[in-house]
């Protein structure tokens, strides 16, 4: 029998791993056609004239699209937008540039190296005017920005009162830079119409999200839009919404009256689709001298485009993490010409708690203080802004566990106190947090004649387990062995479910498949005993009970009969039932978050700088965890993008024109095998009842938070150096 928490296998790894999974880009659609996309080169302007003559006599050339010739949308194809995940795009209405890299014309040939061929002979010629594209110059300047829920500033406490009385007080700031997602796949789009209805292979984190958006977009009834995506190589935020190029495919093939696939090329993933945005925080900490924090400030000013909003929420976790009676976040938006940000795996925490579990780090330093017990000196029992008492909260056995694992107790707090192999060695430690995040969701569990079961929602897999948990939770609430459970996802057409973001699939979408599970069954027992031919005609459905496949009575020793008997003596149809599964309305009483501890030991090198991470010990309170071995995966897959926002990942521009200048896997740096050391990670496995039913919560996003800080801190244990702007390049750490 299957069991929650079990270490299964993938259920779709011998799919993945033998190449019969297909992705977006890789269905084969007969007379398909071929798109690319043209982008801007300049960052603000206009599009004074774009020459196409010799494009669309090149060979094999179907259609050109540009701004003159595109078929007009409703509302200036703004009808989709619905902030934040409902994006303004760039949809050939008009002749405004607003950022280099921006959609300005679609080419269709019957190959793509035709299509490519073409898309290079178009002249195009620009009125250009100044553009906005020095951060810390339009700081002065910045707008609030709020964050769906969270509002741009939060303030408890008399802050300016406690700063005054501090008797310790840190001011510093912290700075992450602009990075790119660069999932492997990149975004791809296979638009066909029949008719007046539209099928959509897109890559997605949502394909709910793109048939609504694209629906409104286009001005058609969102019924006439269907949405398959069965596998996402890779998404991380920036496949959360439905971006130009979805659109843009769909219109391509509407005039060219044949499919169109449209899939960007890797330049095209910086600037059209979203990425970090750069941050700029100012964290002040004040307290007693025994650490008793007195007041914690956290200001952060994040970049956004010239035409949209967009906030990284960085001092979100600062509003909850630590206990203090003033409290002051404030998040300012400056307006670049630069394409829109959005969301990257754990959006805010990730790059909040690297600045402040490094400012924690420092303030440990200064009053000689274990960075452990000054974390424990202001741990939080309830939420210190909202007042909510936490849903589940096993921080303090995190930190516990953590020193154990990872042999804390040892360190000598002294910076540069270690060498080993010719290295300064560090070890630091630093805090994860993230939301725990529900939406409702809804599934589809039915019994077949073939004697198997199906399970499907209409949600996503981005390579975390989505089909095999969807399987296991099922086979665990049938009692049924897993292996004879099909999952289906991926498809509009399928009960729907939320956006794979935020952390909520697993907790959002295995309720549904429990619930569905439970009403499926209870479905079939019914029909058992309302069966007049069958063995339990006469019985009541509460005196039957269902395992391994077999109907039978309670307490009967008798084999019973298996459902698919059942059902080939009922016609061969199938047997099933759907659910929803949402929020209780209970769970809005509590804070809901999940927790963990960070350890981390690096080598650095005197000579070069050049930081090696020698091992990572994360400890995580994220509620049930429903299967082992994908879980801790996750988690381990989070630690390496922490560890590649400590020491690897930024984006730079060319300051005059906007553009990108590392725009490619070989310039823009991001963790290999060779950059990552020894991972251990562990779960307490403490089920939050108080926020599911499965007590499971999210651990796509944890995994990255508090790492790159606690990386950070190690550095400053081995080198005695404070390094407070990520990435931490060598060029820092020398002389």
Same mark, same amino acid.
């Given at each position: 029998m299957t069991a929650i928490g079990?270490?299964?296998?993938?259920?779709?790894?011998?799919?993945?791993?033998?190449?019969?999974?297909?992705?977006?880009?890789?269905?084969?659609?007969?007379?398909?056609?071929?798109?690319?996309?043209?982008? *801007?080169?300049?960052?603000?302007?206009?599009?004074?004239?774009?020459?196409?003559?010799?494009?669309?006599?090149?060979?094999?050339?179907?259609?050109?699209?540009?701004?003159?010739?595109?078929?007009?949308?409703?509302?200036?194809?703004?009808?989709?937008?619905?902030?934040?995940?409902?994006?303004?795009?760039?949809?050939?209405?008009?002749?405004?540039?607003? @950022?280099?890299?921006?959609?300005?014309?679609?080419?269709?040939?019957?190959?793509?190296?035709?299509?490519?061929?073409?898309?290079?002979?178009?002249?195009?010629? @620009?009125?250009?005017?100044?553009?906005?594209?020095?951060?810390?110059?339009?700081?002065?300047?910045?707008?609030?920005?709020?964050?769906?829920?969270d509002p741009a500033d939060v303030s408890e406490g008399q802050l300016n009162q406690a700063l005054a009385a501090a008797e310790v007080k840190l001011d510093e700031i912290y700075?992450?830079?602009?990075?790119?997602?660069?999932?492997?796949?990149?975004?791809? &789009?296979?638009?066909?119409?029949?008719?007046?209805?539209?099928?959509?292979?897109?890559?997605?984190? @949502?394909?709910?999200?793109?048939?609504?958006?694209?629906?409104?977009?286009?001005?058609?009834?969102?019924?006439?839009?269907? &949405?398959?995506?069965?596998? &996402?190589?890779?998404?991380?935020?920036?496949?959360?919404s439905t971006w130009s190029h979805v659109v843009l495919a769909a219109m391509a093939a509407k005039v060219a009256q044949r499919p169109v696939k449209l899939a960007l090329e890797r330049p095209q993933m910086f600037g059209p689709v979203g990425a970090r945005p750069r941050t700029h925080q100012r964290i002040v900490l004040a307290a007693k001298r025994d650490g008793t924090l007195t007041a914690i400030a956290h200001h952060v000013h994040s970049h956004t485009s010239v035409f949209e909003d967009f906030t990284e929420p960085s001092?979100?976790?600062?509003?909850?993490?630590?206990?203090?009676?003033?409290?002051?976040?404030?998040?300012?938006?400056?307006?670049?010409?630069?394409?829109?940000?959005?969301?990257?795996r754990a959006p805010g925490e990730s790059t909040g708690t690297f600045a402040l579990e490094i400012a924690m780090d420092e303030l440990a330093c200064k009053l000689n203080i274990d960075p452990i017990e000054l974390r424990l000196k202001n741990y939080a029992e309830k939420d210190p802004t909202s007042k909510k008492p936490f849903s589940s909260k096993h921080l303090r056995e995190?930190?516990?566990?953590?020193?154990?694992?990872f042999g804390w107790s040892k360190r000598n707090p002294a910076p540069r106190s270690i060498k080993r192999n010719g290295e300064l060695i560090g070890l630091g430690v630093a805090t994860a947090t993230y939301p725990a995040n529900r939406s409702t969701a809804n599934a589809r569990v039915q019994f077949e004649p073939s004697g198997r079961v199906a399970v499907a929602s209409g949600s996503q897999e981005l390579g975390t387990g989505m089909y095999t948990i969807m399987a296991q939770v099922a086979a665990a609430?049938?009692?049924?062995?897993?292996?004879?459970?099909?999952?289906?996802?991926?498809? *509009?057409?399928?009960?729907?479910?939320?956006?794979?973001?935020?952390?909520?699939?697993?907790?959002?979408?295995?309720?549904?498949?429990?619930?569905?599970?439970?009403?499926?069954?209870?479905?079939?027992?019914?029909?058992?005993?309302?069966?007049?031919?069958?063995?339990?005609?006469?019985?009541?459905?509460?005196?039957?009970?269902?395992?391994?496949?077999?109907?039978r009575k309670k307490g009967s020793s008798g084999t019973g009969e298996h459902f698919k008997d059942f059902l080939a003596r009922n016609g061969n149809n199938p047997i099933g039932a759907n659910a929803s599964a949402e929020k209780d309305q209970d769970a809005e009483q509590y804070s809901t978050h999940s927790w963990g501890a960070v350890f981390a030991e690096v080598g650095v090198d005197e000579l070069t700088g050049m930081v090696h991470v020698h091992r990572i010990v994360g400890v995580y309170d994220v509620g049930t965890l429903l299967n082992q071995r994908t879980g801790k995966s996750q988690l381990i897959g989070g630690i390496v993008w922490g560890i590649g926002l400590a020491l690897h990942e930024e984006t730079h521009f060319d300051t005059r024109h906007g553009r990108p200048?590392?725009?490619?896997?070989?310039?823009?740096?991001?963790?290999?095998?060779?950059?990552?050391?020894?991972?251990?990670?562990?779960?307490?496995?403490?089920?939050?009842?108080?926020?599911?039913?499965?007590?499971?919560?999210?651990?796509?996003?944890?995994?990255?938070?508090?790492?790159?800080?606690?990386?950070?801190?190690?550095?400053?244990?081995? &080198?005695?150096?404070?390094?407070?702007?990520?990435?931490?390049?060598?060029?820092?750490?020398?002389?």
């Open positions: 079990d270490p299964l296998i993938r259920v779709d790894g011998h799919a993945k791993v033998t190449g019969a999974a297909k992705y977006a880009a890789e269905f084969d659609i007969p007379n398909i056609a071929h798109a690319v996309m043209v982008t *801007s080169t300049i960052p603000n302007g206009r599009i004074t004239s774009m020459i196409t003559v010799k494009a669309q006599s090149a060979p094999g050339v179907v259609i050109v699209l540009t701004p003159a010739n595109a078929p007009k949308l409703p509302q200036g194809g703004k009808a989709g937008v619905n902030p934040p995940a409902g994006r303004v795009l760039s949809l050939l209405q008009d002749n405004t540039v607003l @950022y280099n890299n921006q959609p300005i014309a679609v080419v269709v040939a019957e190959t793509l190296d035709q299509a490519l061929y073409a898309a290079s002979l178009i002249d195009v010629k @620009y009125q250009e005017d100044t553009p906005k594209l020095d951060f810390e110059a339009g700081m002065p300047a910045a707008h609030p920005g709020s964050h769906g829920k700075t992450t830079p602009i990075q790119n997602h660069n999932p492997m796949e990149p975004h791809a &789009t296979i638009a066909q119409w029949d008719g007046d209805k539209l099928t959509l292979h897109d890559a997605t984190q @949502y394909i709910s999200g793109v048939k609504q958006t694209v629906a409104k977009a286009l001005g058609i009834p969102q019924e006439d839009v269907h &949405t398959i995506c069965p596998f &996402t190589g890779g998404g991380f935020g920036c496949k959360g001092s979100v976790q600062t509003r909850m993490l630590y206990e203090s009676p003033s409290i002051s976040t404030s998040q300012r938006l400056v307006s670049l010409n630069l394409g829109t940000p959005t969301f990257q995190c930190y516990q566990q953590g020193v154990e694992h609430t049938l009692k049924l062995p897993v292996d004879i459970v099909d999952a289906r996802l991926g498809d *509009s057409t399928l009960p729907k479910a939320p956006v794979s973001g935020g952390s909520q699939s697993a907790a959002s979408v295995t309720p549904a498949v429990q619930a569905a599970a439970k009403e499926a069954q209870l479905t079939l027992l019914t029909a058992a005993s309302n069966d007049a031919r069958g063995p339990f005609a006469g019985t009541q459905p509460d005196q039957l009970v269902f395992e391994n496949g077999m109907i200048i590392n725009n490619n896997l070989a310039e823009y740096h991001v963790p290999v095998n060779a950059d990552i050391g020894e991972i251990e990670v562990y779960s307490l496995d403490i089920p939050d009842t108080k926020f599911n039913p499965l007590g499971a919560r999210g651990i796509g996003e944890i995994g990255i938070t508090g790492t790159g800080a606690a990386i950070a801190n190690a550095i400053y244990h081995a &080198t005695g150096k404070r390094l407070r702007n990520a990435p931490i390049t060598p060029e820092m750490l020398i002389g």
